[in-house]
C-alpha cells in the first residue's frame, strides 16, 4: 500500500496512514478476520495472545482498517487505560450495544482479567448476533472462555514471529536497504515485530549476531532492553525520557511542568514516535519494562534530580486533580513508593470494583452466618434505600469477594443515625464539624475464604480505588472506617488511619471501632501528595523556628513556584495570592543576607538563583550555566542551601 501522505487531514491520519503502510503479513490471521466481517464463516470471537513484541497491536490495527472499509462501527478498548470497574467497562461497550454489526476490538485483555467474566456476558448477552469482537493479550485464553457451545464461533490464534521474507519486507519498508545489515538485523530480531521496529531505527549501528541462531523469546527481551538503553533511547530527550519513567503517562502538559525551562513539544513528539512508547488517547506510557529499566538507573544514578522530578510531577498531577480532573488521583497514587500503599494506578489482574448485584446479599449472610442477626438486618435495610452506596469487590470469575458500605455523610439515610455502627460516628462528625468534608466506610466484609496476605492486600486495594470512584473522594479532607472484631488492614495505616479511642463500643453482636484519616486540606490528594514528598526526603513546610531559618525555607526555597505549596506554608501571613507574595519575600530576604560581595559568595548566590529562583531556570540549566561537573555543582548547591538555611532570624 502506497500512502499519499498529501491529502492527510491531520497528523494523526497520517500516522495512522504510515501504520498501514509499515505493515506486513499475518495474512492467514486477517483471513479469519475478513471471513468473519464479511458473514462468511461463523465465527464471532478471535482471541490472539502470544508474548510481548510480537506484533499484537498492530494486527489489531490492521483489523480495524478492515472493519471499517466493511463498514462495520467500531469500538476500541485499550486495557492500558484505567478501566477497572464493571461500570466503566459497561460504559466503553454500550456504542456497539445499540449499533449495526459492530467490530470490537479490545487490546490489553490480560490487563482486564479481573473483568473477563463481565466482559463476556455484556457480549453474549446484549450485542447483536452480528458483532465480531476481537481480544488481544499475552496470555492464552482460559479453556473455559469456549465453554456452554462458544467454541462453535470462537477461535484462538497463537501469534507467533515474522518469517524471513515478511521481515526483510518490513525493513525495506523502513527503509534498511543495506543487504549485509539486514540480514544481520532479521537474525537477530528472530522475526519479532518490535525488535524489527527498534532495529530498523538503529540500523546506522551494527547489529549483534546471534551465536546459536535464532533466539529465544526470553534472550531477545533481554537484547531489546539492552538496544533500547544504548541505541533508540539515545535518540529521545533524555529528561524527557526519564520524566516517562515516574509518571505512568505523560502528555505535553505534565513535561512542560516536569522540565521547566526546556523545549518539551519536539520531545513530547519524539517520544511519540519511539517504539518504546505507546499512545493512550491523547498521552503516552512508556513500555512498563522500559519504564522500569529506565526509573531504576534514573533513581540510582542521579538521586537528587530524581527526587526533584518526582515532586515536579507530583505537583503537577496534583494540580489537575484539584482543576477537575479526578482519576488522576490513582497517576498520583502510583508515585507513592511504599508497597504498602493500598491504592494505585491500573486495573487489578485479579480482582474488580462492582455494586450490589442479584443475590449478593444472600451469598454474605450464608458464607458470614449472619442472617438471623440485627446487624445484618440493617445491612440489607441500608442496601434497599441505597443500593448506589453499597460497594462490591469480585474476583475475575465474578466470585464475591468483599461488600461494604461507603458514601458521603450527608447522602446517608435518616435512620441510620439512630443505629450503632453510623450514628456514634455521624454525631462525632457533626460535632467537628466536617460533614461536608468527610466520607464513610462501615460494615466492610470480606467474603472470599482462605485469603492469603497478598491476595486480602489486593482486594483492600481494589476497594480503596472503588470507595474514591464511588464518592469522587479525591478532595475530600477526612475518612471514617468501622472495623468489627478484627484489627485495621496494614495498608490503611500507611495511609494515616488513627483510633477515634472515644468511639468504641460494643453491642450484644460485636464489637465496633472507628479509624479516621484526616488528609489534610488538599483531601486525599494532598495526602497522597504529602507521603511523596516525605518519601523523597522533602520536609513540610512549618513556621520559622526562634534560631534561624532552617529546614522550613529551604523547602520553600525548593518549591519557590509553586504557589499551592507556598500558599500552605505559615512562613508569612495573610491568605492565597498575599501568603504566597510573603512567603516568597522571606526566602528571597533570606537569600540576600546569606551572602556577601566575596567571588565566591556571588557564585554561591547565582547557582541558588539559577536553581530555584529564576523562572526559566533549574537544576540542569544552573549546572550549564555554571559549567561545572555534576559532582562539583552539586557539592557547591549543597553549601549555598546550608548558608542560606544557617541565616539567624527572628521570631
Request: hydrophobic share 45%; net charge negative; aromatic share 6%.
Amino acid at each position: 500500500m502506497v500512502v499519499d501522505r498529501e491529502v492527510s487531514h491531520s497528523i494523526g491520519d497520517l500516522a495512522a496512514m504510515l501504520d498501514a503502510e509499515r505493515f506486513v503479513g499475518r495474512h492467514r490471521e486477517l483471513a479469519v478476520v475478513e471471513a468473519a466481517l464479511a458473514g462468511d464463516s461463523p465465527i464471532r470471537l478471535v482471541h490472539i495472545h502470544g508474548p510481548a513484541g510480537i506484533g499484537k497491536s498492530a494486527l489489531l490495527r490492521a483489523a480495524a482498517r478492515l472493519g471499517r472499509h466493511a463498514g462495520r462501527p467500531l469500538v476500541v478498548i485499550d486495557g492500558r487505560s484505567d478501566i477497572a470497574d464493571a461500570q466503566s467497562i459497561a460504559a466503553a461497550l454500550a456504542p456497539a450495544m445499540t449499533a449495526d454489526r459492530p467490530l470490537i476490538v479490545i487490546d490489553e485483555f490480560d490487563r482486564l482479567v479481573a473483568l473477563r467474566r463481565h466482559i463476556g456476558e455484556l457480549i453474549l448477552d446484549r450485542m447483536p448476533a452480528s458483532t465480531v469482537v476481537i481480544f488481544a493479550g499475552r496470555q492464552k485464553p482460559p479453556r473455559e472462555q469456549f465453554g456452554a457451545g462458544l467454541e462453535h464461533i470462537s477461535i484462538d490464534i497463537e501469534l507467533g514471529p515474522l518469517s524471513t521474507v515478511e521481515a526483510r519486507d518490513l525493513l525495506e519498508r523502513r527503509s534498511v536497504g543495506q543487504s549485509e545489515q539486514m540480514d544481520q538485523i532479521v537474525s537477530w530480531s528472530a522475526g519479532y515485530p518490535l525488535a524489527l521496529s527498534l532495529a530498523a531505527e538503529m540500523s546506522s549501528q551494527p547489529m549483534p549476531t546471534a551465536t546459536d541462531g535464532a533466539l529465544q523469546p526470553n534472550r531477545l527481551a533481554d537484547l531489546v532492553l539492552e538496544r533500547l538503553a544504548a541505541g533508540e533511547l539515545d535518540s529521545v530527550d533524555p529528561r524527557t525520557l526519564e520524566i516517562a519513567s515516574i509518571a505512568p503517562m505523560v502528555d505535553g502538559r505534565l513535561l512542560t511542568a516536569a522540565l521547566p525551562g526546556r523545549p518539551t513539544r519536539l520531545a513530547f513528539q519524539r517520544l511519540r514516535e519511539s517504539s518504546v512508547a505507546e499512545s493512550v488517547g491523547h498521552r503516552i506510557a512508556l513500555h512498563r519494562l522500559v519504564r522500569d529499566a529506565v526509573k531504576t538507573r534514573f533513581r540510582v544514578s542521579e538521586p537528587d534530580r530524581y527526587r526533584q522530578s518526582v515532586l515536579r510531577v507530583a505537583d503537577h498531577l496534583r494540580g489537575r486533580i484539584i482543576g477537575g480532573e479526578s482519576e488522576v488521583l490513582f497517576e498520583l497514587a502510583d508515585l507513592v513508593e511504599n508497597p504498602n500503599t493500598r491504592i494505585g494506578f491500573g486495573p487489578s489482574t485479579t480482582h474488580y470494583a462492582d455494586g450490589l448485584g442479584a443475590g449478593d446479599l444472600e451469598i454474605v449472610a450464608a458464607t458470614l452466618g449472619c442472617a438471623q442477626t440485627q446487624w445484618w438486618a440493617r445491612v440489607v435495610r441500608w442496601a434497599g434505600s441505597r443500593p448506589e452506596q453499597i460497594l462490591t469487590v469480585r474476583r475475575s470469575s465474578g466470585e464475591l469477594s468483599l461488600l461494604a458500605i461507603c458514601g458521603r455523610f450527608e447522602q446517608a439515610p435518616p435512620w441510620a443515625g439512630h443505629e450503632i455502627e453510623f450514628g456514634p460516628v455521624l454525631a462525632e462528625v457533626r460535632r467537628r464539624g466536617i460533614t461536608g468534608d468527610s466520607l464513610f466506610l462501615i460494615d466492610i466484609h470480606f467474603v472470599e475464604a482462605d485469603l492469603d496476605e497478598a491476595t486480602r492486600a489486593e482486594i483492600v486495594r481494589v476497594g480503596n480505588i472503588g470507595v474514591t470512584r464511588r464518592v469522587r473522594g479525591s478532595l475530600l479532607r477526612h475518612c471514617f472506617a468501622n472495623f468489627e472484631d478484627r484489627p485495621l488492614e496494614e495498608g490503611s495505616r500507611e495511609l494515616g488511619f488513627v483510633e477515634v479511642p472515644q468511639l468504641r463500643r460494643v453491642d450484644d453482636e460485636r464489637s465496633i471501632e472507628t479509624w479516621t484519616a484526616d488528609y489534610g486540606a488538599g483531601g486525599l490528594t494532598g495526602g497522597l501528595w504529602a507521603l511523596i514528598r516525605a518519601e523523597q526526603g522533602e520536609s513540610p513546610i512549618e513556621p520559622l523556628t526562634a534560631t534561624g531559618v532552617g529546614e522550613q525555607v529551604i523547602a520553600a526555597l525548593r518549591r519557590y513556584r509553586d504557589d499551592a505549596a507556598l500558599e500552605a506554608s505559615s512562613l508569612g501571613g495573610g491568605v492565597g495570592a498575599e501568603r504566597v507574595a510573603a512567603v516568597r519575600a522571606v526566602v528571597a530576604s533570606a537569600v540576600d543576607d546569606a551572602f556577601g560581595e566575596g567571588r565566591r559568595d556571588v557564585l554561591l548566590r547565582e547557582l541558588i538563583w539559577w536553581s530555584y529562583l529564576d523562572p526559566d531556570g533549574g537544576l540542569d540549566i544552573a549546572m550549564e550555566r555554571a559549567s561545572m561537573s555534576r559532582s562539583s555543582f552539586y557539592r557547591h548547591l549543597r553549601e549555598a542551601r546550608d548558608r542560606v538555611s544557617a541565616v539567624e532570624r527572628p521570631r
